[in-house]
């Protein structure tokens, strides 16, 4: 059984660049979520998309968008990038309906 | 808002004794409570879940209880070993699980 896996795990850019984080879903999970977590915080919700569709939407701009594939992978974009940007960005998948979220490891991200 | 909080930053207990974990929500309507560990570098990993309906749950050495007046949850873990050192995140969802609110953690360290 293959986890979660995301990429790249480390990555800086400057502001106002645009970045594109990629996440493989574990075996047999039709549902993706990615959250944000910064220093010092909890994950917060970003959006969760099941069956290639947004399931479901936290507080944030639409600078920060996403996509799922057939083969139920992810990608999180981010345009415009700001200095409080800067976070661990953590892939969840799941099956849809169900509570329990296995995560990768995540990508951390800074913004200078 | 935070609609789930961990008011402890960080929790000292010796080897063999027991940890308590305390969490608070504010959305009555949350339906499903989570407990995650996460070691440095590594996404959180799934601990053990409870229902609103049920009051306390049970998984070996782990047990979460839920007080859905006060608006809390516990997890006890007994007896704490050296190995259970790690921040851990209490999480709340409603009952179509799209979206987890997560505290801001609570980091344990289990002393030999």
């Known amino acids: 059984e293959t986890g979660v896996t995301q990429s790249p795990t480390h990555l800086i850019k400057t502001r106002g660049q645009q970045v594109t984080l990629r996440c493989s879903s574990q075996?047999?999970?039709?549902?993706v979520s990615w959250y944000q977590q910064a220093l010092g915080q909890g994950p917060q919700f970003i959006f969760q998309?099941?069956?290639?569709?947004?399931?479901g939407r936290g507080n944030f701009p639409p600078r920060f968008s996403g996509l799922q594939f057939p083969n139920y992978s992810s990608e999180l974009n981010v345009n415009a990038l700001e200095l409080d940007d800067s976070a661990l960005y953590l892939c969840?998948?799941?099956?849809?309906?169900?509570?329990?979220?296995?995560f990768g490891e995540g990508s951390r991200l800074t913004v200078l | 808002d935070q609609q789930v909080k961990q008011n402890s930053p960080s929790l000292s207990v010796q080897e063999g004794r027991i940890s308590i974990l305390n969490c608070d929500y504010t959305?009555?309507?949350?339906?499903?409570f989570l407990w995650y560990k996460k070691y440095p570098a590594e996404g959180p990993t799934f601990l053990i879940s409870?229902?609103?309906?049920?009051d306390k749950n049970e998984d070996g050495r782990f047990t979460v209880f839920l007080n859905k007046s006060a608006k809390h949850l516990s997890l006890h873990i007994v007896p704490s070993q050296p190995g259970d050192s790690a921040v851990y995140f209490c999480?709340?969802?409603?009952?179509?699980?799209?979206?987890?609110?997560f505290g801001s953690g609570t980091k344990l360290n289990v002393k030999p």
């Open positions: 998309y099941y069956r290639e569709e947004e399931n």
């Open positions: 969840a998948s799941s099956l849809v309906f169900t509570g329990e979220l296995f």
């Open positions: 075996s047999g999970h039709n549902t």
């Open positions: 409870i229902s609103s309906i049920k």
């Open positions: 999480a709340a969802s409603g009952d179509n699980f799209n979206k987890f609110y």
């Open positions: 959305n009555s309507m949350f339906d499903y």
